[in-house]
């Protein structure tokens, strides 16, 4: 089983990335996938959550508006395009996969907002 992120990396304030998930090695269409974030010093916060077939997602209010998660059940990829960026969005980004007590996570990407 694997979660690998990537698209992190340093933006300045105002500016977009896309995180990409890919998944490997279980039934992923059948999985409810999230994003979280986890900055210096404080504990991991839900961001962004879909359903297994995408059409229901939800969002921490500190990101609604201008995070967007999807799916793409047919590559095996959970995303998350994160636009308007602030520095308080930086932290890292992990993937986390979930199906009843099935409960898989990537390694995470660093995301750093700064000019």
């Known amino acids: 089983v694997q979660l690998v992120e990537s698209g992190g990396g340093l933006v300045q304030p105002g500016g977009s990335l896309r995180l990409s998930c890919a998944a490997s090695?279980?039934?992923?269409?059948?999985?409810?996938m999230r994003w979280y974030r986890q900055a210096p010093g404080k504990e991991r916060e839900l961001v962004a959550r879909?359903?297994?077939?995408?059409?229901?997602?939800s969002y921490a209010d500190s990101v609604k508006g201008r995070f967007t998660i999807s799916r793409d059940n047919a590559e095996n990829t959970v995303y998350l395009q994160m636009n308007s960026l602030k520095p308080e969005d930086t932290a890292v980004y992990y993937c986390?996969?979930?199906?009843?007590?099935?409960?898989?996570w990537g390694q995470g990407t660093q995301v750093t907002v700064s000019s």
């Open positions: 986390n996969g979930v199906l009843g007590l099935y409960d898989y």
């Open positions: 879909i359903t297994s077939n995408g059409d229901t997602t």
């Open positions: 090695g279980f039934t992923f269409r059948r999985y409810h």
